[in-house]
């Protein structure tokens, strides 16, 4: 079954870098498992095509496919996870969620989500920013600092700044989000990748 709990764990390894590449031995190291319950469980994944795995030397590397529903949907619920539980420390960001699905009727809405103090509402294009932009966000922010961007300038923060694909929560548009990052997932991989020991 695809999203188990060991899965699940595998994958929040990923969350936070979607360009991250591990080795079987930094996996189950992080994870405190034994070598050969991981190596099972990840040679599964790589035939699922949940992973993409590059060999060095000996060891096999392991980076998320994005190019597989799967994958996507193992992220998704992770993301779900940490919607929950910032939902229960900081119940105000409800309003937020309201705010956003009056906005989706309205406008184009792709994403929002909530990055260290700042809510991000992403729209489709200039003019419904502008739109966005008009209307109080202050309001709804709820404490929060409240901007609107396009999707090209949303991509562009993602590219220069690190931390927001490290430190996010998604309120609304879990599929759009990792569809941006499938976009600019080669120019991730140039600047951020490394292994990681």
Known sequence: MIGNELEQEII???????????????????????YPYINKKITRLIKNKIFKKTISGRAYLCSLNLDNDET?????????KKKKQELTKKPE????????NKLKKLTGLQLVLKHKN???YVLENQQEKEQVQKASLRQVAQGHHATALTK????????????IQENHVILYGYEKYYEYLKEIEDELKLRYSKLIP
């Open 72 to 80: 996507i949907y193992l992220l998704i619920l992770n993301e779900i």
């Open 12 to 34: 929040s390894l990923y969350a936070k870098d979607t360009s991250s590449l591990y080795s079987i031995n930094q996996i189950a190291s992080k994870l405190g498992k034994t």
């Open 152 to 163: 090209k300038e949303f991509l562009g923060e993602l590219l220069e700044n690190k931390e």
């Open 93 to 100: 960001l409800r309003k937020v969620m309201s705010y956003a």
């Open 118 to 120: 700042k809510i991000i």
